[in-house]
């Protein structure tokens, strides 16, 4: 039995915060899950970071790609956390919102609370590391680190079992759902999994 009640996750229109994590597109590709359909709008808010958009536009498979963005042009959404711009990088990527965001139009970034900056500063303490991927131009472990962030709100979605920050966070009683096991969940759908994890 969970401690994680989903009841506690609802946002303003009574739905279900889920982010994704980058990892989680070849699995949803390779079984064929309409995620939009298992997860429908009026119950769920589905949503990837800034960080995992730099980084499924490197996912090197065409036809994942193509999948990915019928993903995003029907039912998932970029939600960055409310900031300043960072001059270390570039326009093109910085990681957060303002008021409103220049790359995801009517959308800007959410605030984040004291509790999660702490979080944030911890995580990166152990596990941000030095040196950007030039592809990405993330840090190491930074996707992950803001993920375990959002999980102390939001319901994430990975198969990153190893020891690392989403490891952490659901070890810390966060939201994470490991979703390695699912394709022996006896042919139930996936919305079914996920929400068994918090009963």
């Known amino acids: 039995m969970s401690d994680r009640k989903i009841e506690h996750l609802t946002d303003e229109n009574g739905r279900i915060p889920i982010f994704l994590d980058n990892n989680v597109w070849d699995f949803l590709f390779r079984n064929r899950i309409d995620l939009c359909a298992e997860f429908p709008p009026k119950r769920f808010n589905l949503c990837i970071n800034k960080e995992v958009s730099f980084e499924k536009d490197e996912i090197p498979n065409l036809d994942t790609q193509e999948f990915i963005k ?10 960055p956390f409310f900031g300043f711009y960072d001059e270390r ?20 970034g959410v605030f984040s609370d004291k509790n999660q900056e702490a979080y944030r500063k ?13 592809k990405t131009d993330l840090y190491k472990n930074e996707a992950d680190i803001d993920l375990a962030v959002r999980s ?9 079992k190893k020891r690392g920050p989403l490891k952490t966070a659901c070890d810390d009683g966060n939201y994470v759902v490991f979703l390695n096991h699912f394709e022996w969940f006896g042919g139930g759908s996936l919305e079914s999994y996920v929400l068994e994890q918090f009963q």
């Open 122 to 134: 911890q995580l990166n303490d152990l596990y941000l590391k030095a040196g950007k991927n030039k």
């Open 152 to 160: 102390m709100s939001s319901i994430v979605l990975t198969l990153d």
């Open 89 to 108: 990088h570039s326009p093109d990527k910085q990681r957060s919102g303002g008021f409103g965001d220049l790359f995801n139009p009517g959308v800007g």
């Open 70 to 79: 019928h993903l995003m042009d029907e039912c998932v959404k970029v939600i």
